[in-house]
């Protein structure tokens, strides 16, 4: 009784309480012709009710989402392909179908009347607002009789997957000198046999070894010489992301978090252009890239999936993501993009660096990226930029290759600044 009460819409409402109001008033006064005007007033909602719950109404919808994959400020395109079989014509149709907010407001349509075989294809626009895996749908229908006396609504099982994923920009080779570190050399070098002079000595750098002082070329040279130890090329990187939710700020699509992964997708991509194999650590561990079997192009594409749907975490530390990163020692470079930092935790960040040659780090001036009321932004207080020039010292004095990074430097602009630092990867 109070499903078919509430599927009346306010005229089918207004008819059925005047129908029976009518009915008793003129029961009551004997008035038997004005009666069945009463009862005809009462039942034509009722009899309505029962008539299109009882028909064989056939509605069919076919959905999808153009492209299924796209990345992050890019447009939409939702589809519907709507068919009508049933026997009877439908009077109003009210179209609704489900849209998560990330991907704009819920699309509305109405239709004033659906006879026989009627079909249509219906579009709306969407916008990918935010990384993540999204579903759109069911696709709700309201049905009305042609007098607009009953609602009735249907809902659709279907539902539209769609994938947003980071931007990935392309960035250039840096070909540039590099600097000292742990073996005089602090960068990376495909090495090739093209003289014992070119290959196993190059010139003094401060920080070298003394004991490593190759006498013989100095004295023929007129330059300090040191021996570089020839070691084998392990083309292999890591990248570490600080995903924790205290270590960031601003919202979706202009937010540090978002600048990081769009930033640990394009230094992947281009560690995987170049031969590398990568593997990406965060706060809770890895994303476990050696797991994908086959070519590069495949574990680029299962890297940029991954990050698709990565987000922050309320842990407060790195701790379980280094650790891991430490134990794989894995490859002769390692990079980080990394958001508020305490000196410990920079510090444990060096320590993942451990016997790779190169690291760098993309160190974000979160506030910049963070927004006061109004949209202004807001000065952080003295402490927390001395926090962070603390961090900088840090890793700068544990030999990393600190780029700091605020919230109107693009991606490209930071790695073209590690060749401005004498980087070559």
Not at 117 to 142: F, N, S
Not at 384 to 395: A, G, P
Request: proline share 3%.
């Amino acid at each position: 009784m109070r499903k078919a009460w509430s599927a009346l819409t306010a005229r089918g409402k207004t008819l059925t309480l005047v129908g029976l109001a009518l009915t008793v008033l003129t029961a009551l006064a004997g008035e038997r012709d004005v009666l069945v005007i009463g009862l005809v007033l009462l039942l034509l909602p009722v009899l309505t009710i029962l008539f299109l719950s009882r028909s064989r109404l056939r509605i069919t919808c076919e959905r999808s989402i153009t492209p299924g994959e796209t990345t992050i400020g890019s447009e939409l395109t939702g589809q519907l392909s709507i068919v009508q079989r049933g026997r009877l014509p439908m009077g109003l149709v009210m179209l609704e179908d489900e849209v998560p907010a990330e991907l704009g407001e819920r699309p509305r349509f109405l239709i004033e009347e659906a006879g026989r075989d009627w079909r249509r294809t219906l579009r709306y626009p969407l916008k990918a607002r935010v990384r993540g895996r999204y579903h759109t749908g069911p696709l709700r229908v309201r049905l009305s009789d042609p007098l607009g006396l009953v609602d009735l609504e249907r809902h659709f099982n279907a539902t539209s997957d769609v994938l947003i994923t980071p931007k990935v920009y392309d960035l250039e080779q840096l070909r540039l000198a590099g600097g000292g570190g742990q073996s005089g050399d602090n960068r990376p070098h495909r090495i090739g046999v093209v003289g014992q002079d070119d290959v196993l000595v190059r010139e003094y750098r401060r920080g070298d070894d003394v004991r490593r002082i190759h006498w013989r070329s100095t004295a023929r040279r007129g330059d300090l010489m040191v021996r570089r130890e020839e070691q084998a090329w392990d083309p292999s990187a890591a990248i570490i992301i600080d995903n924790r939710v205290t270590a960031h700020a601003g919202n979706t699509m202009t937010g540090s978090f978002e600048w990081a992964v769009s930033a640990a997708a394009s230094i992947g991509q281009h560690f995987l252009d170049d031969g590398f194999n990568i593997e990406m650590y965060h706060a809770e561990g890895s994303l476990n890239l050696s797991r994908v079997s086959g070519q590069r192009e495949s574990v680029k594409h299962i890297m940029i999936r991954d990050l698709a749907e990565i987000t922050t975490k309320p842990t407060s530390t790195l701790k379980e993501g280094l650790e891991i990163a430490v134990a794989d020692s894995m490859g002769q470079v390692v990079a980080a993009i990394a958001g508020r930092l305490t000196a410990a935790e920079a510090y444990a960040l060096a320590r993942a660096r451990r016997n790779r040659a190169l690291g760098m780090i993309f160190l974000l001036d979160v506030d910049s990226f963070g927004s006061g009321r109004g949209g202004r932004r807001v000065a952080p207080p003295e402490e927390v930029v001395r926090e962070r020039e603390h961090v900088r010292e840090i890793l700068i004095g544990e030999q990393w290759r600190v780029i700091e990074v605020r919230n109107d430097k693009s991606v490209q602009a930071a790695w073209e600044e590690l060749g401005a630092m004498g980087v070559s990867v």
